[in-house]
């Protein structure tokens, strides 16, 4: 299932999701605020189940 979990650091917060395993497979930006931060973890919900695939070839 995982889970998201807000780390405070001197620059503000930001986020990560970890697996059930307790690894890290995503990290946030650093945010402002508590609340900001939150927006964030949302708006990852919201988007990533339909988020699309692609490979950079740069």
């Known amino acids: 299932?995982?889970?998201?979990?807000i780390k405070k650091t001197d620059a503000g917060c930001h986020f990560v999701l970890k697996a059930?395993?307790?690894e890290v497979i995503a990290t946030s930006q650093v945010y402002q605020s508590k609340e900001s931060c939150k927006k964030g973890i949302e708006s990852v919900?919201?988007?990533a189940p339909t988020a699309e695939i692609v490979e950079d070839e740069a």
């Open 1 to 5: 299932m995982g889970k998201f979990v």
């Open 20 to 22: 059930d395993n307790g």
């Open 45 to 47: 919900k919201h988007n």
